[in-house]
C-alpha cells in the first residue's frame, strides 16, 4: 500500500476508486498489517466500523507475539493508593512540531503537587528550541530512541508508571508496539491519532462527546474518556508575529481569500470539487493553500479540469509558527477537508481570528474541527454535508456583515470559552486521570468516564 499512500500524498486521483476497492477486498480478507490504519483516516466512504476492523487487523498479530514475550518481563502491578500518580507521555514529537504545539501549555500546567509527569521521547530534536522549552516541563524526560520496544516498555515499567499515554498512535514515527507489552497498569490513547488503536493497546481514549457520542461505543476498542468541551488542547499564549502585506504573504491585492493549510494528502476530489466551484461563484476569489512540492502539479492540473486557472491556486510556505499566524489573519475564511478534519490547523486558524467552515462526518477525524468550533462558540460553522459546506461558504462571501459579526464573535470568544483555556482544560484531564486511576484500584473494567 506504500503506492497509495504515495498517491494520497500527491493528490494522485485517477486510480483512487480502484484503491478503495482494493483496500475493502484486503479487509474483507482479513489480511493484518496490509493496510496501515492511518491510510483509512482520509479517505473518503470509509466507516468508523471499517477504521476499527482495520486497526484491529493492524495490531493483531503484533499482540500474539508481544504477548508471549511480555509473559517473560513479568510485570505486575500492585494495586496501591498513591499520593502522586505518575504519567508517562510516549512520543516522537517532542520538538517544533503540530502535537507540541498545542500540549506544550498543557504540560507546563499540570499540577506536580499530585503529579508526577514523565517524557518518553523517541524523535530527534530539531534544533529549533521546542525541546528544550518541554523538557523543562517534565520531572523526567528519557530518550528512547535507541533502545527496543521491549527495553523501552521495560523502563517504563522500572520507572513504576502508573498511566501510559501514547500521543502518535499509528502515524509517522511511531513507537505505538512499546504500548503492546503493557508495561503500565493503564494505557491511553490520546490526539496524536484520531481513531481507535485495536483491542488489547489501550484502555481508554481522550475525547469529547461531540467527536465520540456515546451511539458510536461499537466502533472503538477503548473506552471513552470524555473531556467536557473539545478534547483537544490548546493554550493562549501562542505568539503572532506582526502581520504581513498581501503582497508579502504573495497574495492578490483585491479579491476574497479563502484558504486551507491542512496537508495535500486530507485533499479530497469531492472537497477539491467543492473549493473549485466556490472559485467558479466568486469572482477574483483564491484559494491559498499549503506549499506541497509533490502535489502542487496535481492540483493545478485538477482545478484546470474544473475551470481554475493557476492564478487563482496560491501556494504558501512553511515559516515558523508565529509567522504563520500572523499571515493566517490574511485569509477571509478557513476551508475545512473532509473526512479528515483540520486539527492544529483548526484551532491555529482560530486563535488567529479567522472562522473556519467544516463538514462534520461519522468518523473521529471528520469530526475535529467540528469539536473545536462548539469549543470557541461557533457551532453555526458546522455542516454535515458538503451541499450545506458549500452554501455557508458562499453566502459568507456575499454577506460582508455576516462575516464581520463572525470575526467578532471570535475575538471576543477567543479569551472566554473553553478551547484555549488550558489551565482549566489540564484539570479536567487530571480528573479524568484520576478517575481511572480509581477504577482501577476498585477492579472495575475501563468504561466510558466524564469529568465537569
Same mark, same amino acid.
Given at each position: 500500500?506504500?503506492?497509495?499512500?504515495?498517491?494520497?500524498?500527491?493528490?494522485?486521483?485517477?486510480?483512487? %476508486?480502484?484503491?478503495?476497492?482494493?483496500?475493502?477486498?484486503?479487509?474483507?480478507?482479513?489480511?493484518?498489517?496490509?493496510?496501515?490504519?492511518?491510510?483509512? $483516516?482520509?479517505?473518503?466512504?470509509?466507516?468508523?466500523? %471499517?477504521?476499527?476492523?482495520?486497526?484491529?487487523?493492524?495490531?493483531?498479530?503484533?499482540?500474539?507475539?508481544?504477548?508471549?514475550?511480555?509473559?517473560?518481563?513479568?510485570?505486575?502491578?500492585?494495586?496501591?493508593?498513591?499520593? *502522586?500518580?505518575?504519567?508517562? &507521555?510516549?512520543?516522537?514529537?517532542?520538538? %517544533?512540531?503540530?502535537?507540541?504545539?498545542?500540549?506544550?501549555?498543557?504540560?507546563?500546567?499540570?499540577?506536580?503537587? =499530585?503529579? #508526577?509527569?514523565?517524557?518518553?521521547?523517541?524523535?530527534?530534536?530539531?534544533?529549533?528550541?521546542? =525541546?528544550?522549552?518541554?523538557?523543562?516541563?517534565?520531572? =523526567?524526560?528519557?530518550?528512547?530512541?535507541?533502545?527496543?520496544?521491549?527495553?523501552?516498555?521495560?523502563?517504563?515499567?522500572?520507572?513504576?508508571?502508573?498511566?501510559?499515554?501514547?500521543? *502518535?498512535? &499509528?502515524?509517522?514515527?511511531?513507537?505505538?508496539?512499546?504500548?503492546?507489552?503493557?508495561?503500565?497498569?493503564?494505557?491511553?490513547?490520546?490526539?496524536?491519532?484520531?481513531?481507535?488503536?485495536?483491542?488489547?493497546?489501550?484502555?481508554?481514549?481522550?475525547?469529547?462527546?461531540?467527536?465520540?457520542?456515546?451511539?458510536?461505543?461499537?466502533?472503538?476498542?477503548?473506552?471513552?474518556?470524555?473531556?467536557?468541551?473539545?478534547?483537544?488542547?490548546?493554550?493562549?499564549?501562542?505568539?503572532?508575529?506582526?502581520?504581513?502585506?498581501?503582497?508579502?504573504?504573495?497574495?492578490? #491585492?483585491?479579491?476574497?481569500?479563502?484558504?486551507?493549510?491542512?496537508?495535500? &494528502?486530507?485533499?479530497?476530489?469531492?472537497?477539491?470539487?467543492?473549493?473549485?466551484? $466556490?472559485?467558479?461563484?466568486?469572482?477574483?476569489? /483564491?484559494?491559498? +493553500?499549503? *506549499?506541497?512540492?509533490?502535489? #502542487?502539479?496535481?492540483?493545478?492540473?485538477?482545478?484546470?479540469?474544473?475551470?481554475?486557472?493557476?492564478?487563482?491556486?496560491?501556494?504558501?510556505?512553511?515559516?515558523?509558527?508565529?509567522?504563520?499566524?500572523?499571515?493566517?489573519?490574511?485569509?477571509?475564511?478557513?476551508?475545512?477537508?473532509?473526512?479528515?478534519?483540520?486539527?492544529?490547523?483548526?484551532?491555529?486558524? +482560530?486563535?488567529?481570528?479567522?472562522?473556519?467552515?467544516?463538514?462534520?462526518?461519522?468518523?473521529?477525524?471528520?469530526? /475535529?474541527?467540528?469539536?473545536?468550533?462548539?469549543?470557541?462558540?461557533? #457551532?453555526?460553522?458546522?455542516?454535515?454535508?458538503?451541499?450545506?459546506?458549500?452554501?455557508?461558504?458562499?453566502?459568507?462571501?456575499?454577506?460582508?456583515?455576516?462575516?464581520?459579526?463572525?470575526?467578532?464573535?471570535?475575538?471576543?470568544?477567543?479569551?472566554?470559552?473553553? $478551547?484555549?483555556?488550558?489551565?482549566? &482544560?489540564?484539570?479536567?484531564?487530571?480528573? +479524568?486521570?484520576?478517575?481511572?486511576?480509581? *477504577?482501577?484500584?476498585?477492579?472495575?473494567?475501563?468504561?466510558?468516564?466524564?469529568?465537569?
Amino acid at each position: 500500500m506504500k503506492q497509495y499512500a504515495r498517491s494520497q500524498s500527491m493528490c494522485e486521483w485517477d486510480t483512487l %476508486e480502484a484503491w478503495r476497492l482494493q483496500i475493502r477486498g484486503v479487509l474483507s480478507r482479513g489480511e493484518g498489517r496490509q493496510v496501515s490504519p492511518f491510510l483509512l $483516516l482520509a479517505l473518503s466512504g470509509v466507516s468508523a466500523d %471499517e477504521q476499527r476492523h482495520c486497526a484491529e487487523l493492524w495490531v493483531r498479530d503484533q499482540l500474539v507475539t508481544a504477548r508471549l514475550e511480555r509473559a517473560a518481563l513479568a510485570f505486575i502491578f500492585p494495586r496501591l493508593k498513591k499520593t *502522586k500518580l505518575r504519567l508517562g &507521555y510516549l512520543s516522537a514529537d517532542f520538538h %517544533e512540531h503540530a502535537t507540541a504545539l498545542l500540549m506544550v501549555e498543557l504540560f507546563e500546567s499540570h499540577d506536580h503537587g =499530585r503529579f #508526577e509527569v514523565f517524557a518518553y521521547s523517541c524523535g530527534a530534536d530539531d534544533g529549533k528550541g521546542m =525541546r528544550q522549552r518541554l523538557e523543562a516541563s517534565f520531572d =523526567r524526560f528519557a530518550d528512547i530512541q535507541g533502545l527496543t520496544d521491549i527495553e523501552a516498555a521495560s523502563l517504563i515499567y522500572r520507572d513504576e508508571v502508573d498511566i501510559l499515554i501514547d500521543l *502518535k498512535g &499509528y502515524t509517522q514515527g511511531t513507537r505505538s508496539a512499546i504500548l503492546n507489552f503493557r508495561p503500565a497498569p493503564i494505557q491511553v490513547n490520546y490526539l496524536g491519532y484520531p481513531g481507535t488503536l485495536g483491542a488489547g493497546v489501550c484502555d481508554y481514549i481522550v475525547t469529547d462527546a461531540f467527536i465520540t457520542p456515546p451511539a458510536s461505543t461499537p466502533d472503538y476498542t477503548e473506552a471513552f474518556a470524555y473531556m467536557p468541551d473539545s478534547y483537544q488542547p490548546h493554550g493562549r499564549h501562542g505568539l503572532i508575529s506582526a502581520k504581513p502585506s498581501r503582497a508579502e504573504a504573495g497574495l492578490p #491585492e483585491e479579491g476574497f481569500v479563502f484558504c486551507c493549510f491542512n496537508q495535500a &494528502y486530507k485533499i479530497t476530489p469531492e472537497i477539491f470539487n467543492v473549493w473549485c466551484h $466556490l472559485l467558479l461563484s466568486v469572482p477574483d476569489s /483564491v484559494l491559498w +493553500l499549503l *506549499k506541497t512540492p509533490l502535489a #502542487e502539479g496535481n492540483l493545478l492540473r485538477e482545478a484546470f479540469h474544473r475551470g481554475i486557472t493557476a492564478d487563482r491556486i496560491v501556494f504558501a510556505a512553511n515559516c515558523p509558527q508565529g509567522d504563520h499566524l500572523a499571515r493566517l489573519q490574511l485569509a477571509d475564511l478557513v476551508l475545512d477537508t473532509a473526512p479528515y478534519n483540520a486539527h492544529t490547523t483548526a484551532s491555529d486558524a +482560530l486563535w488567529a481570528g479567522v472562522p473556519i467552515i467544516t463538514c462534520a462526518g461519522d468518523t473521529f477525524p471528520s469530526r /475535529v474541527a467540528g469539536s473545536v468550533l462548539h469549543a470557541v462558540g461557533l #457551532e453555526e460553522l458546522v455542516t454535515t454535508d458538503l451541499d450545506q459546506y458549500f452554501e455557508l461558504a458562499l453566502a459568507l462571501t456575499s454577506d460582508a456583515d455576516k462575516l464581520a459579526q463572525l470575526k467578532e464573535k471570535l475575538a471576543a470568544n477567543r479569551m472566554t470559552t473553553a $478551547l484555549f483555556d488550558v489551565e482549566n &482544560y489540564t484539570r479536567h484531564l487530571e480528573t +479524568l486521570y484520576d478517575t481511572m486511576w480509581r *477504577k482501577y484500584l476498585n477492579g472495575e473494567c475501563p468504561a466510558a468516564i466524564r469529568t465537569g
